[in-house]
């Protein structure tokens, strides 16, 4: 008797004949992973960087790691061009297109952004990352489902104000940074902890994200006479500029930032200038060979007939996040828990992951990463040198 007619004889419909391919491909159903990334606007070598990591980090995972229990790994990408309008236009078409049991995260562009979203993150229950490390989104009570993949901003003023300290003591200091939130985000902080060191802050200069004359910058800053000035928000827009400029103008402050320019290209741009900018930075270089996960995707990367030259920072940051975002929905899934519910629970128990060795670890005091080194840039060398292990700010 053929299995049509069998299931017939049994009191089935035609549609129960069809019942198991149906519930195999409602199983099979991805789960998506949204960047909003600057392609276009400022920051747009940043945010095409972080694509191509976020591209890798995805394929690895469904190539190499299975997927997430059983599911593909999928990838959506929406440009945001740095703007906050663009960016939650983006974010509302996302999430109204896509079923709330398959958009399991969403990784936004910057603090802006990120603030703007807040309030209907959490009431979504969405998980949510993105480039930004702000202090005021690492706040579990208030922003449950936001992570921090790093050290905050302030806790990267911590850092750089601590190697002044044994540099220097009580130090000069001037602060430079864009009229963004991504710029401002740490200055209080960083005023209030220099003054509670002893340290004075003499100067702040306030700046466009991008200009193309640092002149009058540095004449501010020639007479204000600092030893040391910490330039924030700014991702490569400004700071090889304001370098060139100094050493033309004979200021012998040294100069310092954090994770947004920790990158290459700084030395590059910069030339002689560069020479002994002190960064934060809190993921592997491209260049660290002995570091697993830069191992596996140079091997991934050739495999798929893909560059295998230098990957930027912007690069090895969003690679770190799908890796780590990977791992915390693969424990879901095998917890029976693959919700939005279910991820936020399990990134917080991720301590003993460190994503090949891309982080320290992925254990987040009070949802966010307070672990960096600080790296000093050496035109010789071509790059950032480490000068500290591991900090610990929390």
Do not use: C
């Not at 919700?339 to 009070?366: C, I, M, P, W």
């Amino acid at each position: 008797m053929k299995r049509r007619e069998f299931l017939k004889k049994l009191g089935v419909g035609a549609l129960a004949a069809v019942g198991m391919p149906y519930i195999a491909t409602a199983q099979a159903r991805p789960v998506k992973l949204a960047a909003l990334l600057p392609l276009t606007g400022p920051f747009a070598f940043a945010g095409n960087a972080g694509r191509e990591g976020f591209v890798d980090g995805v394929d690895y995972v469904n190539e190499v790691q299975g997927g997430i229990g059983g599911r593909k790994l999928e990838l959506i990408i929406e440009d945001t061009g740095y703007d906050v309008a663009k960016g939650t236009a983006a974010f509302n078409r996302v999430v109204s297109r896509e079923r709330p049991d398959e958009l399991l995260f969403v990784y936004g562009d910057s603090t802006g952004l990120s603030k703007a979203l807040a309030p209907e993150v959490a009431r979504m229950g969405l998980p949510y990352s993105a480039t930004s490390f702000s202090s005021e989104l690492a706040d579990p009570k208030t922003y449950p489902t936001i992570f921090v993949f790093g050290p905050t901003y302030s806790d990267m003023m911590e850092a750089l104000l601590r190697q002044i300290r044994l540099q220097k003591g009580r130090a000069k200091i001037a602060l430079v940074y864009s009229n963004t939130e991504f710029g401002r985000d740490p200055i209080p902080y960083a005023k209030e902890r220099a003054k509670a060191l002893g340290m004075e802050v003499v100067h702040e200069e306030v700046t466009p994200p991008a200009f193309t004359d640092a002149t009058p910058v540095v004449l501010n800053l020639r007479r204000a006479n600092p030893d040391f000035v910490i330039l924030q928000g700014y991702a490569l827009s400004a700071e090889p500029l304001i370098l060139r400029t100094a050493r033309e103008q004979g200021l012998r402050a040294q100069f310092m930032g954090t994770y947004y320019s920790a990158e290459l290209a700084l030395i590059q741009r910069a030339g002689p200038a560069a020479e002994g900018f002190t960064v934060t930075y809190h993921n592997a270089y491209w260049y660290d060979t002995l570091v697993p996960a830069v191992d596996e995707m140079r091997k991934f990367r050739q495999k798929k007939g893909r560059d295998t030259s230098y990957r930027p920072t912007y690069y090895m940051g969003s690679l770190g996040v799908v890796l780590a975002v990977a791992e915390a929905m693969r424990r879901a899934a095998g917890a029976g828990k693959l919700t939005r519910a279910g991820l936020v629970e399990y990134l917080e128990k991720l301590g003993d992951y460190n994503g090949l060795g891309l982080q320290r670890s992925y254990q987040f005091v009070n949802h966010r990463l307070p672990y960096t080194k600080l790296y000093r840039a050496s035109v010789k060398d071509g790059r950032f040198n480490a000068i500290t292990d591991w900090i610990k700010l929390a």
